[in-house]
């Protein structure tokens, strides 16, 4: 599309080794915390297994004013603060207020907490979950949790589609910097399907730059132009980045 370059600044052809040469000599750092950006938006909340276990990184969440429910370990040292009342006929079995004990972790988040057990009906387990949202009834915080499940599909077709044909640069910083990029692009996906409101899939849209690029019109517009003509499927001529 060189007339569109042309008017973007570009006046000549861009070889790939200056495509490489940029990604080896910008921070990839740049990407990455704008991917992180685009991942913490306040009033949100956050939902995580008990491997993400990391109290310095849940109270950044705390601090940035979003919410995270999340399983405990079951090695957690607190103590109690107040017992709200619960109808155990629903599965829960408890809902308290509690500050940590063990030193490195009451440092790293000093607030209290909210610990929420529960035995699930369907399969009889016995859950426990850490939140800093107060507000929510109890058994609607079970059932945040039990919505992780779209969280892993997000990233399973992460998994599918995020391919990338040839590197620009192949060092470290180089890879860091197109795989970040890559990661905003997928989060910025998603973000649109959301404010769309649309039923199309995230493959579909990803695909709406590809025939509008530079095309200077709002991105619903070319949206409504576009989706007509794609349909769901993988991209056979490229390479796929993660195996599945």
């Known amino acids: 599309m060189p007339e569109r370059l042309y008017h973007m600044g570009f006046r000549s052809t861009l070889s790939r080794s200056t495509m490489a040469d940029a990604n080896e000599k910008r921070d990839w750092r740049i990407?990455?915390?704008?991917?992180?950006?685009?991942?913490?938006?306040?009033?949100?909340?956050?939902?995580?297994?008990?491997g993400y276990?990391?109290?310095?990184?849940?109270?950044?969440f705390t601090r940035s004013h979003t919410s995270f429910v999340i399983r405990a370990k079951k090695n957690l040292r607190f103590v109690r603060r107040y017992s709200a009342p619960v109808e155990k006929s629903t599965g829960l079995i408890c809902d308290h207020t509690i500050v940590l004990t063990v030193a490195a972790s009451s440092g790293a988040y000093p607030d209290a907490l909210r610990r929420i057990r529960y035995k699930d009906p369907e399969t009889g387990?016995?859950?426990?979950?850490?939140?800093?949202?107060?507000?929510?009834?109890?058994?609607?915080?079970?059932?945040?949790?039990?919505?992780?499940?779209?969280?892993?599909?997000?990233?399973?077709?992460?998994?599918?589609?995020?391919?990338?044909?040839?590197?620009?640069?192949?060092?470290?910083?180089?890879?860091?910097?197109?795989?970040r990029s890559a990661i905003s692009t997928y989060v910025l996906v998603a973000?649109?399907?959301?404010?769309?409101?649309?039923?199309?899939?995230?493959?579909?849209?990803?695909?709406?730059?590809?025939?509008a690029l530079f095309e200077k019109v709002p991105v619903?517009?070319?949206?409504?132009?576009?989706?007509?003509?794609?349909?769901?499927?993988?991209?056979?001529?490229?390479?796929?980045?993660?195996?599945?």
């Open 125 to 179: 387990k016995t859950l426990v979950f850490l939140t800093n949202h107060f507000a929510l009834p109890a058994l609607t915080i079970t059932e945040l949790y039990r919505s992780r499940w779209k969280i892993e599909l997000f990233f399973k077709w992460i998994k599918q589609h995020l391919r990338i044909k040839a590197f620009y640069g192949t060092s470290e910083n180089a890879v860091k910097t197109q795989i």
């Open 191 to 211: 973000i649109l399907k959301k404010r769309l409101g649309t039923r199309h899939s995230l493959y579909t849209i990803l695909q709406i730059p590809s025939v």
């Open 31 to 50: 990407y990455a915390d704008f991917a992180q950006i685009l991942i913490p938006e306040p009033g949100s909340i956050y939902v995580m297994d008990r």
């Open 53 to 60: 276990v990391d109290f310095g990184r849940l109270h950044a």
């Open 220 to 244: 619903a517009e070319a949206f409504s132009v576009a989706v007509d003509i794609l349909k769901d499927g993988p991209i056979s001529n490229q390479l796929q980045l993660f195996e599945l």
